[in-house]
C-alpha cells in the first residue's frame, strides 16, 4: 500500500476526518503529522492559552492513533521543507489536509499545494472546518456578505445535509520517530494554566462529552444563552477552533436532538456565526488589523492608558460585570459571550481604547482564540465591522448585569471582594465617558 502524510492542523480528530477519508478512501496508508510552524502565521502566532490547549489536544490525538495502531509524528517546520522531508523517509506519494481559512495561512497553503505537485507528490485539500466554505456562497451581484441574515438565509438555502464518517477502527504502523510534543510546545512555567484544566478537556473525547452534554441543554438554550451564571451554552468553541469535533457532527447532532425547533434553530444559527465570520475573514483578510468600515479609520481614539488598560486586563476596573468576565477569563481562558460584548463595550466605547487592544489580549489568553470569531466580535462591538452595533448604541454595564444577572451570582463568584474596601472605585465615570465618546463619534460626522 503507498503512503500518503496527512497533516493534522486544526482538525485534531480522527471522528469525521476529511483528510483523513480521503487518504484511506484513496487506498493510501495515512501517515499522521503535525508540523509545528508558529512563525508562518503571519502576526498572528498563537497565543499562550491557545498554545497549552494545542499541547493537550495533540497529546490526546496522539493516543486515539495509538489506540489504533498508528501514531502522531510531531516535527518542526519550515512546513513545506518538513513535509517534503517526510514525503521522503516514508516514500509517502500524497500529502493530504484540510483548509484553514486565516489570510497567512491561505496564502503558504496555495503556495505549498503548488510546490508540492511540483515536487512529484499528490496533494489534496478538503473542507473540515466549515458548514459552507466562504467561496459557496455570494450576493446576486456576486459580492460577499457582509450583512448576517441574507448571509444566513443564503447558506442555509445551499446547505446539504452533512455527511459524518466515523473514525476508523486500525491504522497501520507508522515507523519513523518525530520529537516530542513536549519539546515542540512545553507545558507553561509557572503553571498560570492549571486552573483551566478543571473546566475543560482538550481533544477528542473532550469534545464528544461537551457535545452530548448539551444535547439535553437545547431546549433552554433561547432563554439561557444570556445568563453567565449559569451554563447554559455549550462550551463547544475551543473544541470546535481546534477541530476536535466536526462541524458537521455538530450541526447534525442539534438539529436531530428531541428539543423543540426553535430552540434548535437558536443554536444552528449561532453555528452560523461562525460561518460568517470565516466568510468575512476570507474575503476581508486586512480586517485582522483594520476596520471593515473605513469611515471608522478617521475615528479619534483615545492614546493608550496603560493604568486603565492594565486594570481592564487584571479585571480591576471597578465595573463588577466587566471585572467577573475579565477574571473568568484570566482564570478558565473563555469567558460568557454576554460578557465578551460588556467588556468590549466598555474598552472600545466608555475608555475609547481602538479594538485591536483588546482582540490582542482576548487572543493571548482565551483557548478558543479564532481569527475569524475574534475579529467579526470585536469589530461588531466596536461597531466598525460586518453588520455592527451603531457606535453609539451603547451599553451600560450597570444595567445589562441588572438585566442578565439579576441576583448577582455570577459578578460574586468572581469578584468575591465586592463591597469591602479591597475592591477599586470605577476607573471610569460612565455617564461621563459615554458622553465623550459619543461627542467623539459626532466630531467625526457620526456614521447612521
Ligand atoms: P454557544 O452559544 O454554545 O455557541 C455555539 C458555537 O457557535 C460556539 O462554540 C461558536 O463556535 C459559535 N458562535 C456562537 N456565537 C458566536 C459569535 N458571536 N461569533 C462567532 N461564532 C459564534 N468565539 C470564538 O470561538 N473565538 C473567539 O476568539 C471569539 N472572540 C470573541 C470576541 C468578542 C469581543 C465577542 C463579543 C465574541 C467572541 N466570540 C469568539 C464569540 C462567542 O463569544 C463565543 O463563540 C462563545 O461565547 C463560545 O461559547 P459557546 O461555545 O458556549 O457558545
Redesign the pocket.
Known amino acids: 500500500m503507498p503512503h500518503a502524510l496527512v497533516w493534522f492542523r486544526d482538525d485534531l480528530r480522527l471522528d469525521d476526518q476529511p483528510a483523513l477519508q480521503a487518504a484511506i478512501a484513496q487506498g493510501y496508508a495515512p501517515v499522521p503529522v503535525y508540523v509545528h510552524a508558529p512563525e508562518e502565521e503571519g502576526d498572528w502566532t498563537p497565543g499562550a492559552a491557545s498554545d497549552a490547549w494545542r499541547r493537550r489536544s495533540l497529546a490526546a490525538l496522539d493516543a486515539s492513533l495509538r489506540a489504533r495502531g498508528s501514531r502522531l509524528v510531531c516535527v518542526r517546520g519550515p512546513t513545506q521543507a518538513a513535509l517534503e522531508r517526510l514525503a521522503r523517509d516514508t516514500q509517502a506519494e500524497a500529502v493530504f489536509w484540510t483548509r484553514r481559512y486565516e489570510p497567512a495561512i491561505e496564502q503558504r497553503d496555495t503556495a505549498l499545494k503548488w510546490t508540492l505537485r511540483q515536487s512529484g507528490l499528490f496533494a489534496q485539500s478538503h473542507n473540515g472546518a466549515l458548514l459552507i466554505e466562504p467561496w459557496d456562497v455570494a450576493t446576486k451581484a456576486g459580492d460577499p456578505y457582509k450583512v448576517f441574515t441574507p448571509f444566513w438565509k443564503a447558506a442555509a438555502a445551499v446547505m446539504r445535509t452533512p455527511r459524518t464518517f466515523d473514525a476508523p477502527a486500525r491504522l497501520p504502523p507508522v515507523t519513523i520517530d518525530g520529537e516530542s510534543i513536549d519539546a515542540l510546545l512545553p507545558s507553561p512555567t509557572p503553571t498560570w494554566d492549571r486552573p483551566f484544566w478543571t473546566h475543560w478537556t482538550p481533544g477528542e473525547d473532550g469534545a464528544r462529552a461537551a457535545l452530548q452534554a ?1 444535547v439535553s441543554k437545547v431546549a433552554d ?1 433561547p432563554e439561557a ?1 444570556d445568563l453567565p451564571a449559569i451554563d ?10 481546534f477541530g476536535e469535533v466536526s ?1 458537521q457532527r ?1 450541526y447534525a447532532t442539534i438539529a436531530q436532538c428531541d428539543a423543540p425547533k426553535e430552540a434548535r434553530i437558536a ?1 444552528l444559527r ?8 470565516h466568510h468575512l475573514l476570507h474575503h476581508f483578510p486586512r480586517t485582522t488589523d483594520h476596520n471593515l468600515d473605513p469611515r471608522f479609520d478617521a475615528f479619534e481614539w483615545a492614546p493608550i492608558d496603560d493604568a486603565q488598560l492594565n486594570a481592564w486586563k487584571s479585571g480591576r476596573t471597578g465595573i463588577p460585570i466587566v471585572d467577573a468576565g475579565m477574571r473568568q477569563l484570566w482564570q478558565t481562558g ?4 454576554r460578557v ?2 460588556l ?2 463595550s466598555l474598552l472600545t466605547k466608555h475608555m475609547r481604547t481602538h ?1 485591536i487592544e ?2 490582542r489580549w ?2 493571548d489568553t ?1 483557548v ?11 469589530q ?2 466596536a461597531g466598525t465591522g460586518a453588520d455592527a452595533a451603531p457606535y453609539f448604541r451603547i451599553f451600560n454595564p450597570l444595567l445589562q448585569a441588572r438585566r442578565f444577572d439579576p441576583d448577582g451570582a455570577y459578578v460574586r463568584r468572581w469578584v468575591p471582594e465586592l463591597g469591602t474596601k479591597d475592591y477599586p472605585v470605577p476607573i471610569v465615570d460612565l455617564a461621563v465617558a459615554r458622553e465623550a465618546a459619543l461627542a467623539a463619534y459626532s466630531r467625526r460626522g457620526g456614521i447612521p
Not at 478558543?368 to 470585536?378: E, F, I, K, Y
Request: zero cysteines; aromatic letters at 24%.
Open positions: 448539551f438554550y444563552r447554559g451554552t455549550s462550551s463547544l468553541s475551543p473544541h470546535l477552533h462541524i455538530v443554536y449561532q453555528l452560523f456565526w461562525r460561518e460568517f465570520a473563555w469567558m460568557h459571550n465578551r460584548m467588556v468590549a479594538w483588546g482582540a482576548f487572543w482565551l478558543d482564540a479564532d481569527l475569524a470569531n475574534n475579529t467579526l466580535g470585536w461588531w462591538v
